[in-house]
Structure formats: C-alpha cells, structure tokens
C-alpha cells in the first residue's frame, strides 16, 4: 500500500514589507501627520468651501467633512504604526492630494474639481486609518 502525501498546510503569512525601516512611534507619527493634515485643512476652510458650494452639493460637502472628522479621530487614538508599501503610497497620495487642495482653494470657483479632491483625500484618509492600525 503506497503512503498518501500530506497535502501542505497554509504557509505563514508574513507581515508586508516596509517601505523604509521607522519605529513604531515615526510610522505613527507620520500617518497621523497625512490625516491630520487633511482634516486641519478641510476644517479651516470649510466655511469658505460650504459658501462656494451649490446647493446641490453641499450635502456632500458635510458628508466629507464628517467623515474625514471621524477618520482624524480614529487616527487620534488609535497607534497607526504600520509603514507597509500600501499604506506609504496611500500616506504619499494624501499627502499629495492635501497640498493640491490648499493651493486650489485659493480659487473656490472649480468647486466640483475640488469637491472631487476632497472626496478622494477622505476616501484615501480612511484607508490610512483602516490600514495603518495596529492591535
């Protein structure tokens, strides 16, 4: 009678690859830094955004605005430590996305370009926040 082959196992999962080699405490720093940012930003100027918004639209601008509140709070007290490629990217492309913004609010009259900004440093914040904290 011939021996069955064990079928392997699942292999290990090995944590993700960081991008550079930060502690903990300058991963988190960072990351907190993207979302913070962003919210500081959206916070100061949306009055000025509301106003330049059409009517139609500016359910959406609180929708961002409260989202991207609960996102700052959720980076404000959870550790955001991981520094993987995803979330350095992601940390890169708000950070990115935040300094567009303020230069395009110098000029509220693109208001859909910058509510389509807006939309995407949230959803890009979230993904920080999400991705980023560790147990």
Known sequence: MAKKKKKPGPRPTAPAPSVEELSDVQAHAL???AVSAFWLMLRDKGGEIYDACPEEKRELLQAIR???RDAFFKAKNERLEDNNAVVAQIRKEL?????????????LKKIEAIL???TEAVKLAGSIVSLAATV
């Open 31 to 33: 990351n907190y830094e």
């Open 66 to 68: 409260s989202s991207a």
């Open 95 to 107: 950070t990115d996305i935040t300094k567009r913004l303020k230069e395009d609010l110098t000029d």
């Open 116 to 118: 389509k900004k807006l």
